[in-house]
Each structure stands twice: as structure tokens, then as C-alpha cells.
């Protein structure tokens, strides 16, 4: 091990040779973190550089990931089985169900070794020539980092625009080409979101432009092919930072919309797409009130949790009496105490309805009849939601379902007559799904709130209190952790591990109120139902007391450095993906992105009733001098949704603080954001590396 002074900071530089105690020292700076509820030092604030050219936060950085490298080389072995029998379980040269949009069928297409799909379509029908419209393996070629955030065809199908991204920082540029000899347009425009909407004039482009600094969705504009950026028309500036924008196409495509949404509030405009630049808003923004509209017909259809439907309702108002708002809307669907409607969609003749009971994801189809049409499903944890229906004037229907042991599967079924028909079952080579057992059981929290479980494991695996468990979970925005099938857990499940999802408060899995109970001054919930999910499971014999291991990513990574703070006697080894772990300091800067849209979801520290709160649960400022589990910590570079610096920041703390000797581990990767390095092997590369250091920390042999 060598030591290096760079500018009067000491970094420790791990060499191949690093044992545990030669880990990575971040040398400690003093700063003071403003406050209007005081002061908070900070010696790791250094770690922080907006522009990431720092050479001694590089330094830094360059050390963990020299560090980890030589604390995981004796897992590589372990590490290529585990990425080898995963690929085994994928069909490399897949295909999508093709699906119909204004005249063509749209498919993708994975060749054998490609990390990209092509995307191609075929005029009238399936049998027709193709036609290629992205062929991303060639447009990936030789970039660290690519992705196509969004893609739409002019009405005239001659054209095509989308947003793409080469370094992961969902800083997106449009770009337009004619798709029948491939020219590119010279039309570009920089730093936009991944949302695009043509004007029926086919030469007309919605996007929305994003605050260079803070990159929040600031300005719909409107840009004419063949015109300069510069001249693109403002439709509609979101003033409110706490507030994001998104676009969207209606279901008979005659409406483009702007939708202003907050964790609080929602604002709806929407224009003729004829005349795209005229908005109309639907519903004033009004605190507390919830909604999401789409047109069929000469009708809207809204989703709204106005008037006390926590759980939301569906109401509709026909076009003459639109203008009217809210008290002109007439109830379609009412709401439930026990059914979270969570989505819709209308066709002509119905509207499709994704919601939730009993912590499953289900759907049901209603007839401008009135008639419920139910879709069935046999297993006891499962999901289901909309697949891709681009055309409203069908009676059929396109679902996916999947669960912990069935393969994601494309289903239609006849709204008419209730009839499904299989589309395609997702090829899973080398998988027998009678070998594995799915289950959902309810942990009872210490409050005695239930909460539920999803359970995988392969059968035979011993139910005497001696198995390993894995065990994830996010909890936050109200976003559910679905039970869906993984192909890279099958080398954890064929090695003995139970995998569970815990689905704690935060999400929505349970309805709004499962939500309600685990955001701002409840948000501790979150933490203590993770736990009790575990203890639930050991005393039922799923796991082994000490062989348990935990999981969760962005938000979910503030899950588990709160678990890891509150209980880190119950798990032998924690990964913590891109982990939102500084949440005061975080939330006290109005110019990291995000942060002002996240006031709702955490609170408002300059408020001292929230500051107290936060500060009480936040991973960073938590941390103690006591026995942490081993740990598995990932980051992007160029994350735009929670920035490097705080997993930086919590690992430096960390390895301060910490009195044992379990191995803690930091990998950055330096060309990727929030999801990581893009392409299709590449995640399953880097899961068999976090894969593998769980393995050898529950003693699992390879």
C-alpha cells in the first residue's frame, strides 16, 4: 500500500495486494453545513465536485474502486459462474411481440451477443418487408453509455424523432430522421427529458426543456423542423420547482398534454393536436388533489382522488361540458376502501383498469355497458398491467403477467366475451418452472400493521430455520415492488436462497394510505417494516438467524442505511445501490437536482419540525462507532437522481467509524448514472459481482 498528498489532501491508494485493514482513508476537511436550524459539520462535504474533474475526489474514487477490485479478485471465479448460468437462461436472439400502430407493426429485435435491440416495423402486415428504424447496436458503437429515452413516429409515419442519451445523465438530445432513407435532419436540440409528442401536422415536435443546473423539467417547447432551436415556441413554463412536467398522447390520438405533477398535486393542459401550442387546463393544480385524464371519443376519462377517494375513483365528462372542470366530472367507477385504482386505459366500447388488493396488481375491464369483465390469475403472488395498445378501436386488450416463477407472459383478452389468448411467454432456456415455489405470506409489524411478502424459492430448500435469505425492497414515492420474474435470481434460488420482497409502507401496494403511512414524519415506518419482515421469517424458519441478506437502490438505498443504523445484528451483508443516505444536507440544497420536487416525498429541513425528523433517521449523519454488516455499496459517476458524492460521502464515514472487521466495498462506475452502465449484459455483469460478495458472506459454497 502506498499513500499519495495531492494539494495538502491525503488519499489512500489500495494496490492488488489490499487486505481489509489497507482500506481507502478519505482524508477529513472541516465544513460547516448552513442550516436555519443550525450548523452541521461535515468533513466529507469535500468529496462534492459539480463539475467531477476534482483530481482528489478522483483520486479517491480511483482508490475504492482499486480497493474493491482487489477485495473481490478471489470472488472472480464465483462471479463468471454466476453471470455464465444467467446468460444460460436467456434467449439472446428474442424477439417482441409485435404490436399495431396507424398502419404498421412495431417489433424489437435482439440479435445472439447484442447489448442493444434493433427496432424495425412492417407496412399493412406482419409479413411484409421490414423496415428499420433504429438499429442501436450500430448507433452504440464505440460509447461507454447509450440509450434511447423515447421515441414517436409523425402522423404521417414518415419521420421519426427521439431523445438520446450517451452519458447517463437523462440530459437528452432530440434528433429527427426520415425513415425511409435513413437521412438525418439537421434538426437537434440539447438537455431535454425523454418525452416527445408530435402536432398532426407531422412537422411539429413537443419536448420538454430541463434546468441546466438543478435539471428539472422547466419549459415545454414546441419546435418546427427546418427551424432553429433558438425560435422554438414556449407552450408552458413550470415556474413551481417543485413540480416535474411530462408529456402525453391521448388513446385516440386527437390531444397532446402537459402534465405538471408534484407528490401533492397535479395540473392537466391539453391542446388539439392540430393546434398543439393551445392549452386548456382540465383541472386547476389544488393541493391534495390527485388526477390523470385521457380522451376517447367525445368524452374524457379521469382518474381523481377528489372528494375523499383516497383510493381513487374514475369519473368522465364529455367534451361540451370539459371547459367546466372538476364539478362538471360525474362518477364513472367509485372508489374503494380495499381497491387502489392505480391505471387506466379507454378503448372504444371500454376502459381497462389496472388496481390493487390484497398487495396484488390486478386487472378488470368495464364496458360502456356496465358490465365487469374480470381477469383471472391462480398463483398468490402475481402481477399484471397493460401492455403496449396503441389503437383504441378494438375490443381486445394486450396485459403482461408475470409472478416470481412465471415468466413474463403477453396475454389478450376479449373485453366482449372475457376470451384470452396467449400472445407469447418470454423463452427462459434451461428453466423448469415446477422446481420453484412462489408464496405470500403476511409479516405483523411491531405496530401490528400486516404486511405482505412475496416468496421464491426452489423446492427442496429446507424449511428448518437453516436456509440463507435474500431479502429487497424500495418503499418510497409510492412505488410498489412487484413480484415479476428474474432470470438472474435463478443462480441465488438454485443455490438455496429464499428470495423475499418485502413490500413495506412507502409504496402503494396496500393503497394510498400504505403510502401515507411510510413518507415525511412516518417515514421511520419504512425502516422498522424491513426489519420485521425479517424477524418474521427467521422465527418461521424461511432463513437462518445471522445468514440473512438485504437489499434495496436509489431511495431504497436510504432504506437500507436506515436498516443497517437501526438493526445490523439481523443481516450479515447489505448492498446499497446508488443510495440516497445524506438526506438532510441533500434536501437542504435547492440546487441538486431534484431536491425541491422532493419536499412532499421527505419534508422541508428549513421547517425544524422536519429537519428534527430527518436528522433523526438519516443514514450519513447516523452513522455510530459500532459493528456494521458487510457491505456492498454502487454509484454512478454521472447519476443525475442521487449524486455520487453521497455514497461517497457515507462510505468515507463509514469506514471511519465502523469498529468491525467486515469487508465494505465501493464500486463506482465512472461512465454510468443512476441505472447504471446501459446495455443488455451489462447489468448482469455487474449483479454477478455484488451477487458473488453476498454468496461468500452467507457462506453459500459457488
Known amino acids: ?51 467531477r474533474k476534482d483530481p482528489r475526489m478522483l483520486a479517491y474514487l480511483k482508490a475504492e474502486n482499486d480497493y474493491a477490485d482487489a477485495v473481490l479478485k478471489p470472488l472472480q471465479p464465483l462471479e463468471k459462474r454466476l453471470y455464465d448460468e444467467t446468460l444460460s437462461h436467456i434467449k439472446q436472439d428474442d424477439t417482441s411481440v409485435p404490436y399495431r400502430d396507424n398502419g404498421y407493426w412495431y417489433q424489437t429485435k435482439f440479435a445472439t451477443g447484442a447489448d442493444y435491440p434493433t427496432v424495425v416495423r412492417r407496412r399493412g402486415t406482419q409479413a411484409a418487408p421490414e423496415q428499420m428504424l433504429f438499429d442501436q447496436p450500430a448507433m452504440a458503437k464505440g460509447r461507454s453509455f447509450f440509450q434511447i429515452a423515447d421515441w414517436a413516429v409523425s402522423p404521417d ?45 407531422g412537422r411539429t415536435i413537443l419536448y420538454i426543456e430541463k434546468d441546466p443546473t438543478t435539471l428539472l423539467s422547466k419549459r415545454v417547447k414546441a419546435h418546427v423542423l427546418g427551424t432553429p432551436a433558438a425560435a422554438d415556441a414556449l407552450v408552458y413554463e413550470e415556474k413551481d420547482d417543485t413540480y ?20 401533492v398535486s397535479v395540473e392537466q393542459r391539453c391542446a388539439p393536436a392540430a393546434t398543439p401550442t393551445r392549452m386548456t387546463v382540465l383541472a386547476p393544480r389544488t393541493r391534495d388533489h390527485l388526477y390523470n385524464a385521457d380522451h376517447i371519443g367525445d368524452r374524457w376519462i379521469i382518474r381523481t382522488n377528489r372528494g375523499a377517494a383516497k383510493n381513487y375513483k374514475l369519473a368522465t365528462v364529455a367534451d361540451a361540458r370539459a371547459a367546466r372542470g372538476p364539478a362538471a366530472w360525474r362518477d364513472l367507477v367509485p372508489a374503494s376502501a380495499t381497491t387502489f385504482i392505480e391505471n387506466f386505459q379507454p378503448f372504444a366500447g371500454f376502459i381497462a383498469v389496472e388496481q390493487r388488493s390484497d398487495g396484488n396488481k390486478r386487472l378488470r375491464l368495464l364496458t360502456d355497458a356496465g358490465k365487469w369483465v374480470p381477469v383471472p390469475a391462480d398463483e ?263 449524486q455520487y458524492y453521497e455514497p461517497a460521502k457515507y462510505v468515507a464515514r463509514l469506514r471511519e467509524l465502523k469498529t468491525d472487521t467486515n469487508p465494505l466495498v465501493f464500486r463506482i462506475n465512472m461512465e454510468a448514472g443512476h441505472g447504471g452502465k446501459s446495455g443488455r449484459y451489462e447489468r448482469y455483469k455487474q449483479a454477478a459481482e455484488w451477487q458473488a460478495f453476498v454468496l461468500q458472506q452467507l457462506k453459500v459454497g459457488g
Not at 244 to 252: F, K
Open 380 to 642: 398468490p403472488a402475481f402481477t399484471m398491467e397493460l401492455a403496449t395498445n396503441e389503437e383504441a378501436d378494438t375490443p381486445w386488450v394486450r396485459y403482461t403477467y408475470t409472478s416470481l416463477v412465471t415468466p413474463p407472459t403477453t396475454i389478450e383478452v376479449d373485453a366482449r366475451t372475457g376470451e384470452r389468448r396467449t400472445l407469447k411467454v418470454a423463452p427462459v432456456p434451461g428453466y423448469d418452472r415446477a422446481a420453484y415455489t412462489t408464496e405470500r405470506v403476511w409479516a405483523p409489524a411491531r405496530d401490528g400493521t400486516r404486511v405482505p411478502v412475496s416468496l421464491v424459492y426452489r423446492k427442496g430448500t429446507p424449511r428448518d430455520g437453516t436456509a440463507p435469505l435474500f431479502q429487497y425492497a424500495y418503499g418510497s414515492y409510492g412505488s410498489s415492488s412487484d413480484p415479476a420474474f428474474q432470470a438472474g435470481l435463478l443462480p441465488l434460488l438454485d443455490r438455496g436462497l429464499v428470495y423475499a420482497i418485502a413490500h413495506v409502507r412507502g409504496g402503494q401496494e396496500m393503497g394510498r394510505q400504505w403510502y401515507d403511512d411510510g413518507h415525511l414524519l412516518k417515514k421511520k415506518n419504512s425502516f422498522t417494516d424491513f426489519v420485521d419482515v425479517t424477524r418474521h421469517l427467521v422465527a418461521r424458519k424461511y432463513a437462518a438467524p445471522g445468514r440473512v441478506a438485504a437489499m434495496g437502490g436509489s431511495a431504497g438505498g436510504l432504506l437500507m442505511g436506515g436498516v443497517a443504523n437501526i438493526a445490523p445484528q439481523d443481516y450479515a451483508v447489505i448492498v446499497s445501490q446508488v443510495p440516497f443516505v445524506d438526506v438532510v444536507t441533500t434536501m437542504l440544497d435547492a440546487s441538486i437536482p431534484l431536491t425541491t420536487g422532493e419536499y412532499d416525498e421527505w419534508g422541508n429541513p428549513a421547517q425544524k419540525q422536519y429537519y428534527d425528523y430527518m436528522l433523526s433517521y438519516s443514514p450519513y449523519d447516523n452513522l455510530a462507532a459500532k459493528a456494521y454488516p458487510a457491505m456492498y455499496v454502487g454509484t454512478g459517476l454521472w447519476d443525475s437522481q442521487v
Open 244 to 263: 416535474y412536467l411530462a408529456l402525453a398522447t391521448t388513446a385516440d390520438d386527437r390531444y397532446v398534454c402537459v402534465i405538471s405533477h408534484s407528490t
Open 157 to 201: 409515419n414518415r419521420l421519426v424523432a427521439w431523445a438520446q442519451d450517451d452519458v447517463g445523465r437523462r440530459q437528452n438530445v432530440l434528433k429527427v430522421k426520415d425513415i425511409a432513407t435513413g437521412r438525418m435532419l439537421p434538426d437537434t436540440v440539447a438537455n431535454i427529458e425523454g418525452d416527445l409528442a408530435w402536432g398532426a401536422d
Open 1 to 51: 500500500m502506498r499513500r499519495t498528498m495531492m494539494t495538502g489532501v491525503l488519499v489512500a491508494l489500495a494496490t492488488t495486494t489490499a487486505i481489509a485493514q489497507d482500506a481507502p482513508r478519505a482524508a477529513k476537511r472541516a465544513y460547516q453545513v448552513p442550516s436555519p436550524n443550525g450548523a452541521r459539520e461535515d468533513a466529507y462535504y469535500w468529496l462534492r465536485d459539480d463539475t
